[in-house]
T-cell receptor, first 113, second 114 residues
Framework: SQQGEEDPQALSIQEGENATMNCSYK?????LQWYRQNSGRGLVHLIL?????REKHSGRLRVTLDTSKKSSSLLITASRAADTASYFC?????????????FGTGTRLTIIP | DTGVSQDPRHKITKRGQNVTFRCDPI?????LYWYRQTLGQGPEFLTY????????KSRLLSDRFSAERPKGSFSTLEIQRTEQGDSAMYLC????????????FGEGSWLTVV
């Protein structure tokens, strides 16, 4: 079963604009990760944020985590055509670690050149 | 570090046939995972290994599915008597042993049951 939900399900923006996608989850977690998946390909790890962190940056990516609301957001700044992909958040369960990741349903991002 | 390797990348099989997928994890990664992903959905956990020990299995893994990691290195996922509902991408991933580590995925093996 899917743990969380990404919002929106689909997003189309012009190249150069910022893209924001959100993730909600249900149980207490140790970590939350964001992955990218190009059509028909495997998942590429983008960033991991721990439950005691509130914000993390990696290049053009900014992730926030609000454990009180059980939600996270991924911001991609200055989007590029190559950012077109599906984006998934994934959570583990507190006290269990990375034995089992539960993924959301994904946001399909389309960057219009 | 050559990444997680999966074979075959694509498999078309007739209903009722058996199929086997192989996964070679990143070397020295103790943990190996199998996930299944259907179109338009996120990956769903199937099972994971700590070295050669299979430590958790999802209820999604019916008795037609069996996974092995005989020497704690590569792993195989076999599906017996395939059904059309088994059509999906089967993803393998690996990670070092310890919580909080990044899990690295392979490119996946697409299965189409006709």
């Amino acid at each position: 079963s899917q743990q969380g939900e990404e919002d929106p399900q689909a997003l189309s923006i012009q190249e150069g604009e910022n893209a924001t996608m959100n993730c909600s989850y249900k149980t207490s977690i140790n970590n939350l990760q964001w992955y990218r998946q190009n059509s028909g390909r495997g998942l590429v790890h983008l960033i991991l944020i721990r439950s005691n962190e509130r914000e993390k940056h990696s290049g053009r990516l900014r992730v926030t985590l609000d454990t009180s609301k059980k939600s996270s957001s991924l911001l991609i700044t200055a989007s590029r055509a190559a950012d077109t992909a599906s984006y998934f958040c994934a959570t583990d369960e507190a006290n269990f670690g990375n034995e089992k990741l539960t993924f959301g349903t994904g946001t399909r991002l389309t960057i219009i050149p | 570090d050559t990444g997680v390797s999966q074979d075959p990348r694509h498999k078309i099989t007739k209903r009722g046939q058996n199929v086997t997928f192989r996964c070679d994890p990143i070397s020295e990664h103790n943990r190996l995972y199998w996930y299944r992903q259907t179109l338009g959905q996120g990956p769903e956990f199937l099972t994971y290994f700590q070295n050669e020990a299979q430590l958790e299995k999802s209820r999604l893994l019916s008795d037609r599915f069996s996974a092995e990691r005989p020497k704690g290195s590569f792993s195989t996922l076999e599906i017996q008597r395939t059904e059309q509902g088994d059509s999906a991408m089967y993803l393998c991933a690996s990670s070092p042993y310890s919580s909080g580590n990044t899990i690295y995925f392979g490119e996946g093996s697409w299965l189409t049951v006709v």
